[in-house]
């Protein structure tokens, strides 16, 4: 079993502005992509699950142009708000990197 | 025309390029310099206050290469969202920077300026009409929001641009506009295809983000055609591939497919990225949908509150096998001794968070792992009505925290470490975002004051 972290070339998170919070993961190559891509290993189910959250508001969007998956979600709390954590958004994506992949 | 120029000085000014890309990308006859000098990025201390994401000094170096490079070759610099939020008083301090640049080079230009701060009336006649709209994720909008605001800015489209530059300004400066407005301005002024216009656009507003491997921040160079454009980094060092490029529309982006802008939709779902040369790639298929109606969003900011916070490690095992209820217990404790000082009615004029770092400090709620290692560290922050206030009731904070026991010794003991002498910080004002909404106007222009002066 491989890790997410090896098989990609890129794995981040970042506001995507101050009320919305985006994660991408840019694969290494095409056919490790489409191999976790149609295996859904990335779902809204998982990543809900991972971040305490509803599937509802989680957003997964296949971008075959780079070889990579995107996960939008409403940000927690917005930018820079007294209860904010990470005002650019730039370390939520920690609980991605160690995912197993086939 | 067959074609334009784009030459991109770097992906925020202030934050650096180097002079010999610059002087190279002139080598390849741009028809016009800009530059993104906003963000939102760090936060909205910078809308709410109006101080500067960067100094003066790097604002004044980065600009002065500018103006010297574009009055050189006799074309247009532009410069969007000036300094960090776009707001009056950082476009009129850009415009004092670019005064002082020209007198030192004896430079002289006509300089267009685009004020983007938005008219509280004409904002609430807009909520009246039910012309402004939420978009994602949107915190609550009435007209008391739009009162207590510090400042609200509207993220201007290209058409401020294209009248300054009809008008004959050979230096814009504008207020909060959209990053991509910036590069599309020009080419669509000369007919370009809006759909390769607004990709281009997108790529380019971040300088050399767009390359394999951005060691640091550097210029970017963009040549649109009639059916396709090619994007080159000016930088020999640098390359771009097409996965590098079509990567660029995931970046603080909620989708790769989309995106929108003041007037229209520009969707990439067809778009084609190829390789011209090791560094150097085209790309075309980009579709420009206009919007049935135009649209101007907004960015607003309102004061959170004053806050002193204190920074803290703990490193005693014993507490740390404890940590959750002695942390409960601390904070029960320093909310009653500030009851006890400053009376009942107090617990309405204060807010007490703990952050816990080496636990849940980076992910808050949306950590799953709350384990902690062999030390952790605290940040314990007051946000209160005033600073005086936030200051005197973190006063009591501190020294019930750094003397609260644990049942396993007897004796008074001293449970946190603190690093600084006092313990207190204080971080004055606080602000807070308050709007994610569009508004309707009447016309690309309405919400945007021009103005005109020969430097």
């Not at chain 2, 963000?39 to 604002?59: I, K, N, Q, R, V």
């Not at chain 2, 849940?360 to 600073?387: K, Y």
């Not at chain 2, 003991?413 to 709007?435: M, W």
Request: glycine share 8%.
């Amino acid at each position: 079993m491989a890790r997410l972290w090896q098989v990609s070339k890129l794995i981040r998170s970042k506001n995507a502005g101050p009320f919305e919070l985006t994660f991408d993961v840019i694969f290494k190559d095409r056919e490790i992509y489409e191999k976790v891509r149609d295996a859904g290993l990335i779902n809204a189910e998982w990543f809900a699950r991972t971040y305490q959250l509803t599937p509802e508001v989680v957003q997964i969007i296949n971008y075959d142009a780079a070889s990579a998956i995107k996960i939008t979600i409403p940000r927690p709390t917005i930018s820079g708000d007294v209860d904010d954590t990470d005002v650019f958004g730039g370390q939520q994506h920690g609980p991605l990197v160690d995912l197993e992949v086939p | 025309m067959s074609e334009i120029r784009l030459v991109a000085a770097t992906g925020m000014l202030g934050s650096g390029f180097r002079e010999e890309t610059l002087k190279r990308a002139m080598t390849l006859n741009p028809d016009f310099i800009g530059v993104d000098a906003g963000t939102t990025d760090a936060g909205p201390h910078y809308l709410g206050c109006e101080e500067t994401h960067f100094s003066d000094s790097a604002y004044k170096r980065d600009l002065r290469l500018i103006l010297i490079a574009a009055r050189a070759a006799r074309i247009p610099a532009i410069v969007g969202s000036a300094i960090t939020a776009g707001t009056d008083n950082q476009v009129r301090h850009l415009v004092r920077i670019a005064r002082e640049i020209a007198r030192e080079e004896k430079l002289s230009f006509k300089l267009g300026v685009v004020y983007s701060e938005q008219n509280r009336d004409y904002l609430k006649k807009r909520l009246r009409e039910r012309r402004i709209r939420p978009l994602a994720n949107p915190p609550p909008l009435d007209e008391a929001v739009i009162d207590r605001s510090t400042h609200i800015v509207g993220l201007a489209g290209a058409e401020p641009y294209m009248e300054a530059l009809d008008k004959g300004a050979e230096v814009v400066i504008s207020g909060r506009s959209s990053d991509t407005s910036i590069f599309a301005a020009m080419p669509l002024m000369r007919g370009f295809d809006p759909g390769l216009v607004w990709h281009a656009a997108k790529v380019m507003e971040c300088g050399a983000a767009s390359v394999v491997l951005r060691k640091y921040p550097d210029c970017m160079f963009a040549a649109i055609g009639k059916d396709s454009f090619t994007i080159e980094p000016p930088n020999p060092d640098y390359r771009c591939d097409p996965v590098s490029i079509a990567s660029h529309n995931l970046y603080e982006n909620g989708t790769p497919y989309e995106l929108v802008e003041p007037s229209g939709v520009l969707n990439t779902y067809d778009a084609k990225y190829e390789a011209v040369s090791e560094r150097a790639v085209r790309v075309s298929g980009g579709q420009f949908t206009p919007a049935e109606r135009y649209t101007v969003k907004l960015e607003g900011a309102e004061l959170a509150g004053y806050q002193s916070i204190i920074i803290g490690a703990v490193r005693d095992p014993i507490i740390l096998r404890q940590f959750d209820s002695w942390l409960e217990g601390l904070v029960r404790a320093a909310k009653e001794r500030i009851l006890a000082v400053f009376g009942a009615g107090i617990e309405e004029k204060y807010r007490f968070d703990v952050r816990v770092f080496g636990r849940n400090a980076a992910m808050g709620r949306l950590e799953s792992d709350l384990s902690i290692g062999h030390e952790v560290g605290l940040v314990f922050q007051v946000t209160a009505q005033t600073q005086e206030l936030a200051a005197a009731l973190m006063k009591s904070v501190g020294h019930i925290a750094v003397h609260f026991p644990v049942p396993e010794y007897s004796g008074l003991i001293t449970s946190i470490a603190y690093p600084y002498s006092p313990a207190e910080l204080h971080r004055g004002a606080c602000y807070r975002f308050n709007l994610n909404h569009v508004v309707e106007p009447d016309t690309p222009l309405e919400m945007f004051r021009l103005d005109y002066e020969t430097v």
